[in-house]
């Protein structure tokens, strides 16, 4: 019994390993390798989630040019269309992946966007209206 908790416990910190270098090797693609003139903005990623047979990730993206409009009261929201321009590259982004991370299979890129900064600047702007 106490042999499967170690190996449950260990695949649990592998998942974990794998999900942040995903997400250091993705920010190094996106803001080095990706050139598409329709991005012009600063992509961060803030987190990745691996699933359990590390068959898929999810990407979660900020645009910070959102979040700098957004401290001015103003509301761009750029993001939906920078993650269908993302998602369209992610055969490209696989494909570097497979260069500098050494796994049996990479997975299958999905983003999303992160929108826990953007309510987090709000709910701040409401504390200080108050």
Do not use: W
Request: charged share 30%; aromatic share 8%; with cysteine.
């Amino acid at each position: 019994m106490k042999f499967l908790k170690k190996s449950n416990n260990k695949s649990f910190h592998r998942s974990i390993r794998i999900s942040e270098e995903l997400k250091k090797e993705i920010s190094y693609i996106l803001k080095n390798k990706l050139r598409d003139p329709r991005i012009h903005s600063f992509i961060t990623v803030s987190e990745v989630k691996v699933s359990k047979d590390l068959s898929y990730a999810k990407i979660f993206i900020n645009d910070m040019e959102d979040i700098k409009f957004l401290k001015k009261n103003i509301l761009k929201n750029n993001v939906k269309n920078i993650i269908s321009i993302l998602q369209n590259a992610s055969g490209y982004i696989r494909r570097i992946l497979c260069k500098k991370i050494i796994l049996r299979k990479i997975p299958i890129l999905f983003f999303y966007s992160d929108n826990s900064l953007i309510k987090g600047i709000k709910i701040s702007n409401l504390i200080k209206n108050i």
